[in-house]
């Protein structure tokens, strides 16, 4: 004989299996080593704990449905009640049978999820059918279709509902969907209307512009083309073919002119580019008034310099800025010299800063008053409270008095 904790091998061959059940046989091997026939029965057993602890990962991972699980569960415990194998029979048993709580959890978590995913597919679909409303509201002709299409593709991908909403969600989407194609036809046949009294407008403003091609007032000319050109965006297109050669004429008549102002204006800018020069070393003069020692000097130095400033005459318009920027901050450097001369004679602001002088000197010598007085009453808190108050204040009255010497 041959045994071991889980089954033995009988004196005719037999081998048994032991359970909490008692013993079973499972299966024969007469004429053979027991040892060997005991070996054989085991490796089953090992293939069947194998296929077990298989099946507890993939429904640990959650690899495999709740259905697919169960049935598995159930396939593997038939063959192990059925088994020909040695081995503890129980255990996986019980294994098997400790599988079925997560099964059920997870059931339970795919319905959740399904339920999620029916929930959120009915705000995906809400949402498509309200943005669909919006777009059939409004006016954007050009993007609404394309938008209404890339909706439709977002609807087909999304799972169905059940049928009650998902009828009524379908029936607002297709709803908006055919008021703006009825509406976007309408607009498109209204604008073909316009687009013929368009040409009308627009020859009108290429034979005027065509007639201010020889003019030399600039500025009121300037003026007028920008009108023309306002007028001919608010007329609208007018069908393709015409408004490429009404847009010609207006163009060439545009260019022509301003063509011809902008050789004048290059003249011009010889000129004012000379000024450029002579500002820009003028400049260094005015900027050598700074730094600013006695204001009422500079101020009547600076006043005969801007006289010649004045004089000059213009610049080029994108170097106005910079040099504006130079001279600004001398006048204001002057001017707040001249300001600082006003605030150091000024009288309100030095009876002011006397008053607080006197304040904080009386505010001390009380403070020192308690002090003493505590300090014979034996109170010792009381009496540093207020050396410390005194002296935080004796810091104040420092820096009043400095600025009142400001003033003098």
């Known amino acids: ?26 299966g024969q091997w007469p004429d053979a080593d027991p040892t060997e026939a005991l070996a054989f029965y085991t490796r089953r057993y090992d293939a069947l704990a194998f296929e077990v602890e298989l099946l507890e990962q993939r429904v640990a991972a959650g690899t495999v449905s709740p259905d697919d699980a169960r049935a598995a ?30 099964v059920a959890q997870q059931r339970e978590k795919r319905k959740a999820e399904r339920a999620a995913k029916v929930e959120e ?32 593709d977002e609807w ?47 020859e009108r403003l290429a034979a005027e512009a065509e007639g201010l091609v020889n003019s030399t007032d ?16 608010a007329a609208g297109p007018a069908p393709r073919e015409v408004d490429d050669k009404l847009w010609a004429r207006f163009r060439t008549a ?20 000379a ?25 009547e130095q600076l006043r005969v310099l801007l006289d010649r400033w004045d004089a000059i005459g213009k610049v080029p318009r994108d170097s106005m800025r910079p040099i504006d920027a130079r001279l600004r901050a001398v006048e204001q450097a002057v001017k707040s010299a001249e300001d600082e001369v006003w605030e150091r004679s000024n009288p309100e602001a030095r009876a002011r800063a006397e008053a607080t002088v006197k304040q904080l000197e009386s ?40 600025a009142l010497t400001d003033f003098s």
């Open 218 to 233: 600039w500025g009121p000319t300037s003026g007028r083309f920008r009108d023309l050109m306002r007028q001919w965006k």
């Open 156 to 202: 087909k991908a999304l799972p169905r509902l059940d049928k009650s909403s998902d009828d009524e969600l379908w029936h607002r989407f297709s709803s908006a969907r055919t008021t703006y194609t009825r509406h976007r036809k309408q607009h498109f046949a209204e604008l073909s209307s316009k687009r013929d009294e368009a040409a009308v407008v627009k």
């Open 363 to 402: 505010l001390i010598s009380d403070l020192e008053a308690q002090a003493v007085k505590h300090e014979s009453a034996g109170n010792a808190k009381k009496a540093k409270d207020a050396r410390e108050a005194a002296e935080a204040r004796r810091a104040w009255l420092a820096q009043a008095q400095q």
């Open 1 to 26: 004989m041959a045994e071991d904790s889980w089954g033995r091998v009988a004196e005719d061959g037999t081998v048994y299996v032991r359970t909490k059940d008692g013993e079973r046989a499972v």
């Open 73 to 102: 569960v159930k396939k593997v415990t038939t063959a192990i009640d059925e088994a020909q194998a040695v081995g503890d029979l129980d255990g996986l048993r019980a294994r098997l049978e400790a599988l079925s709580p997560l």
């Open 121 to 152: 597919a009915r705000e995906a679909k809400t949402k498509i059918a309200t943005e669909a409303e919006t777009i059939a509201a409004g006016t954007d002709w050009r993007h609404g279709v394309t938008r209404l299409r890339e909706l439709l």
């Open 275 to 299: 000024n450029l020069q002579a500002k820009e070393e003028l400049l260094v003069e005015i900027e050598a008034i700074l730094p600013v020692e006695d204001p009422k000097a500079a101020r």
């Open 254 to 273: 545009q260019d022509t002119f301003f063509g011809a102002r902008d050789a004048v204006q290059a003249e011009e800018n010889v000129e004012q580019q």
